[in-house]
């Protein structure tokens, strides 16, 4: 007997139910819509919205519970299959945005027939069915979830298949080079010609230089969806809520004149010219016994250790040394530190990055402004932004680590040459690598982990 999970041409029968979600936001709004995706939804939609639909025109209609009842009033659209978003039959019901309404509407979806549908499913049956490749799903919840315009703007990128196209170019200059390499092979009684081992040379050649290209790109992306963690440390009443403030551009933190009396981690997202930068202000990393204070401080420890730079901030008019704190010691010497000088305004210093001095030094007003930008261009050079959001990907470390593997097995194949079926071997394991990113080869658990991220709906 073959197990009741699977239909008879083995896809799991988890994967034919029909499912249906509300896709709008929690909450109030002025349209909520609920979306259904299944095999056949002709006779469902007849049930819900009282006449067979037609594919791809908007119809106004009064979505009806099992008794004809009245739920709402409001527009349906239906597409046939293949021509949807999961690729089945698809049919969306946009009535009023109210959450009530909207859970008795998909009661109403569930009484017949669907299953809610789990996070991200609607976006799984769209790459099952081949409607996008792994990178573009990916990018799909990326911009939902962009934190910057810019990381939005590269997330669209991806989702339209500009970095699918660019791993299916390097794709398919392996294969080509593979076919010229596994020929020899399967013909080892014959010399390989010197002039085949140059053009081979050359095609590797051109295709590491192409993979570093799109591995920088993809960099830069990974930037902008990682984003930059800061610590702002240094004693209180130096400014460092001010300065957080004034990075925000908005009130964020308890600004006090009392020492102190910021207690907790605050880690605050900003908008560092298009790349996200989460800041921890450290106010409050002074000895305590209050137990309140000691669990801010735990907090603001970690967040520490997770630290990829360090700004040290100090009162111009007082002689702290904020380097000379114990934070400092904790905190890896491979972090960057930046010692930011504030209140100049007090004292009417030269705003700006002092270049008499070693290392990044910021003079600058929290109060008045001036020097902030200059902070911002120091930390954006330090997390190694190139500016180039125009080519970036916004790439996930796990195509990060495709790309460095692929990078390395074309390294290694550089490297033996001579050994046809070592060169072979390599490109093999490169190919491999690369296809993983648009999802050729993906194992099962890999697409659970990342579809589960996915908010329902989508
Ligand atoms: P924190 O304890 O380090 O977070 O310091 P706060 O941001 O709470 O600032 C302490 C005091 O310094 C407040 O009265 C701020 O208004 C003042 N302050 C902060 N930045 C500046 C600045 O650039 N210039 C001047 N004149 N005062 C500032």
Redesign the pocket.
């Known amino acids: 007997m073959k197990p009741a999970t699977a239909a008879a041409d083995g896809v799991p029968m988890r994967e034919r139910d029909t499912i249906a979600a509300i896709s709008t936001a929690p909450g109030r709004g002025g349209i909520g819509i609920v979306r259904v995706s299944g095999q056949a939804l002709g006779a469902f939609a007849e049930a819900l919205t009282g006449s067979a639909p037609t594919p791809r025109r908007t119809a106004l209609r009064v979505f009806r519970d099992a008794a004809g009842e009245p739920i709402d009033e409001g527009i349906a659209v239906y597409f046939a299959a293949p021509r949807s978003y999961t690729g089945e039959d698809v049919l969306e019901l946009h009535g009023h945005g109210g959450p009530v309404v909207l859970r008795l509407l998909l009661q109403r979806c569930v009484e017949l027939g669907a299953r809610v549908a789990e996070p991200g499913e609607f976006t799984r049956r769209a790459f099952l069915n081949g409607k996008l490749d792994l990178a573009q799903a990916e990018g799909v919840i990326d911009l939902i979830d962009a934190s910057t315009a810019q990381a939005a703007r590269c997330a669209v990128r991806s989702l339209q298949g500009e970095f699918s196209a660019r791993v299916h170019a390097l794709d398919a200059a392996i294969v080509e080079l593979r076919m010229l390499v596994e020929a020899t092979l399967d013909f080892p009684e014959e010399e390989i010609d010197s002039l085949d081992r140059e053009d081979a040379a050359r095609r590797l050649a051109s295709l590491r230089s192409l993979l570093d290209e799109v591995l920088r790109a993809a960099r830069q992306g990974s930037l902008m969806r990682e984003g930059l963690h800061v610590v702002l440390a240094?004693p209180?009443?130096?400014?460092?809520?001010?300065l957080l403030n004034r990075l925000a551009g908005e009130e964020l933190a308890i600004?006090?004149?009392v020492?102190g009396t910021?207690r907790d981690t605050i880690r605050q997202a900003i908008d560092l010219g298009g790349v996200p930068a989460y800041i921890v202000d450290t106010?409050g990393l002074r000895e305590s016994d209050d137990p309140v204070e000691k669990i801010g401080i735990e907090r603001t420890w970690k967040a520490i250790d997770e630290a990829d730079a360090l700004v040290l901030l100090t009162d111009v008019t007082r002689s702290d040394d904020a380097a000379r704190d114990r934070l400092v010691e904790r905190i890896p010497p491979e972090v960057p530190r930046i010692r930011v000088i504030?209140?100049i305004?007090?004292t009417g210093d030269t705003p700006g990055v002092d270049p008499t001095q070693d290392g990044a030094v910021v003079r600058l007003?929290?109060?008045s402004g001036a020097g902030i930008e200059d902070l911002r261009q120091v930390l954006l050079a330090i997390a190694g932004w190139e500016g180039r959001a125009e080519t970036a990907f916004l790439a996930r470390e796990r195509h990060l680590q495709a790309l460095r593997a692929a990078s390395e097995h074309l390294g290694r194949a550089h490297d033996q040459q001579r050994t046809v079926e070592l060169f072979a071997e390599e490109l093999r394991l490169a190919h491999e690598r690369l296809a993983a990113i648009v999802g050729e080869f993906t194992a099962d658990d890999l697409l659970g982990e990342i579809f589960s991220r996915f908010c329902i709906g989508k």
């Not at 209180?236 to 001010?242: A, D, I, R, W």
């Open positions: 240094g209180p009443n130096v400014g460092k809520s001010s600004v006090t004149d020492p910021t106010a504030n209140k305004d007090l007003s929290a109060r």
